[in-house]
Nanobody, 124 residues
Framework: QVQLVESGGGLVQAGGSLRLSCVVS????????MAWFRQAPGKEREFVAG????????SYVDSVKDRFTISRDNAKNTMFLQMNSLKPEDTAVYFC?????????????????WGQGTQVTVSS
């Protein structure tokens, strides 16, 4: 059984930083694309950043470009999201996602496996 477990969320002041981690177990990690999505209260789940099985290419939603960095360590079955210069509008539950193939998509309907989510709250 595939499991994705996120960690690293919390409460931070605007301008601060957090690093999210997602550990994948139960299947081979290195041959699958991964992504981070987020969902704020009353809003649809949105794509934040995606990374292919090899680590490139990478893409981000415009609102987090130059502030967030996605990466992966295939040897440790782990994906990361470094979040800097956080803003109150970044407040959401952040979800780790794994796709069924080597490439990722921005639509959450294409995700094969989800983590349980980790709350990120940015105070002003």
């Amino acid at each position: 059984q595939v499991q994705l477990v996120e960690s690293g969320g919390g409460l931070v002041q605007a301008g601060g930083s957090l690093r999210l981690s997602c550990v994948v177990s139960g299947r081979i990690f290195s041959d699958r694309a991964m992504a981070w999505f987020r969902q704020a209260p009353g809003k649809e789940r949105e794509f934040v950043a995606g990374i292919t099985w090899s680590g490139s290419p990478i893409s981000y939603v415009d609102s987090v470009k130059d502030r967030f960095t996605i990466s992966r360590d295939n040897a440790k079955n782990t994906m990361f999201l470094q979040m800097n210069s956080l803003k109150p509008e970044d407040t959401a539950v952040y979800f780790c996602a794994q796709f069924p193939g080597t490439g990722y998509f921005r639509s959450y309907s294409t995700v094969q496996y989800w983590g349980q989510g980790t709350q990120v709250t940015v105070s002003s």
